[in-house]
């Protein structure tokens, strides 16, 4: 009998044993307060990102604004202008950038371009594609392609590189 | 019928000063093994004489009776002037006690394990939260990445709109020759062709239109020797749909179930 009262104590001690080991664990891992913390911050950026998918699709203009500042961008874009004329086979008579004349929106500079190059029609189609994908910050204001007699033409290009003015 | 009382020795003896167990120790020590019969045939029960007090000797006194005599009952008898109750434990009481002490261990043992394995347990699954959380955070700041570059790019297009970049880039161009390509009449002559503005300019040799195409407005609008210069109407601008593109989770070593932690508010 003696044995039986101590074994029903112990096993009445066990289960308390289990008991307490499941309040610890409840505790340490479901009541962790920096994990809730963190979670709760997560249900907030998961908001933000559900109203950020519902957000339209913006149309863009083929045209992107450089980020770099107006020189560095002019450098960039004379390189991009050199490398596309010579892969498609044209001859660069002329890339010049100049201050421009004309007020652009507030938070942007610019500056003037002018393009020129020679050489076949298929080449000229083959810069344009090109230059179309490379999407590079010039705005076109006048364009003029011209025979020039032998199966060659010639591409004027006149616009503008925008760039994005540091607040 | 009444029970023989047992054969047994008294004897007494001192031990030195000091700390009250040290003086257990060492009467048990003295009562084992300067005993009138061996260890192994006598039943030992050991008394202190008297209270202890700091820097006393202590008077301990044994009883010995032989382990064929039991069961034995408590002796009581006076040592120095003091009663003292002397009681044996017998093999079968030993053997219970042991027993006890053996189940009581066990559930001890037995607790301290669920214990321990609860702990293991949590600290793991606090474990795999942390790095649950940590994957979403970087998730989460990914798309904040991700918004910063959609409000950027939706200023940009303010912009390069307000700037009047519609219809003006490469792209334009480009479309607008490929269009003229593909419809251009096939004895059509072109010597130049000109943007400036909302209109294509096409100068032509005769006096026939460029193209025999009637997708796009035409018109002539002037002559130059033998050629004739057609206004073409544009087509709509070129656009791109920029969206913002979901990033993709951080690739982490498994371990971690896909899902959001559970982690209760």
């Known amino acids: ?167 | 019928m009444t029970a023989e009382a047992p054969t047994w020795f008294l004897r007494c003896f001192e031990i030195p000063a000091g700390a009250p167990w040290r003086q257990w120790q060492a009467a048990r020590i003295e009562a084992t093994h300067a005993g009138p019969l061996p260890s192994a045939a006598s039943l030992v029960s050991v008394r202190r004489l008297g209270r202890w007090a700091p820097g006393v000797t202590a008077r301990f006194a044994v009883a010995y009776v032989r382990r064929d005599e039991r069961p034995v009952p408590p002796i009581e008898t006076v040592v120095d002037g003091h009663s003292v109750r002397f009681a044996f434990a017998s093999a079968a009481a030993a053997r219970t006690d042991l027993r006890d002490l053996a189940v009581t261990g066990l559930y001890v043992a037995t607790a301290v394990l669920c214990v321990g394995l609860a702990m293991e347990k949590a600290l793991a699954a606090r474990a795999a939260n942390d790095l649950l959380l940590t994957r979403e955070e970087v998730r989460a700041r990914r798309w904040g990445v991700a918004e910063h570059r959609a409000d950027a790019a939706a200023k940009d297009e303010d912009l390069l709109r307000r700037a009047g970049a519609d219809g003006r880039s490469f792209a334009d161009v480009a479309s607008d020759l490929v269009w003229l390509g593909r419809t251009k009449r096939p004895s059509a002559i072109i010597e130049r062709v000109r943007w400036n503005g909302p209109a294509m300019r096409v100068l032509v040799d005769g006096s026939a239109p460029p193209t025999t195409s009637d997708e796009r407005a035409l018109a002539p609008i002037g002559k130059i020797a033998d050629a004739r210069e057609w206004e073409v109407k544009r087509s709509s601008p070129s656009v791109v749909k920029i969206g913002l593109t979901p990033p993709r989770p951080p690739t982490h070593p498994a371990r971690v179930a896909p899902t959001r932690p559970h982690v209760v508010p």
């Open chain 1, 1 to 167: 009998m003696k044995l039986k009262a101590r074994a029903l104590a112990g096993l009445g001690g066990a289960a308390a044993s289990a008991a307490l080991a499941m309040a610890l664990l409840l505790i340490l891992v479901a009541r962790a307060p920096h994990q809730s913390a963190r979670a709760a911050d997560l249900r907030t950026s998961d908001d933000a990102a559900a109203r950020l998918l519902q957000r339209p699709a913006v149309a863009a203009s083929g045209v992107v604004l450089c980020q770099s500042g107006l020189q560095t961008g002019a450098a960039e874009v004379r390189q991009a202008l050199q490398r596309t004329s010579s892969d498609a086979g044209l001859v660069l008579r002329a890339v010049e950038f100049a201050p421009l004349s004309s007020d652009l929106p507030r938070g942007m500079s610019g500056a003037q371009m002018r393009l020129v190059v020679n050489g076949g029609d298929k080449a000229l189609a083959q810069f344009l594609r090109s230059a179309s994908q490379a999407r590079l910050p010039i705005v076109l204001d006048a364009v003029e392609i011209k025979r020039l007699g032998g199966g060659s033409v010639q591409a004027e290009f006149s616009g503008r590189l925008l760039c994005r003015r540091a607040a």
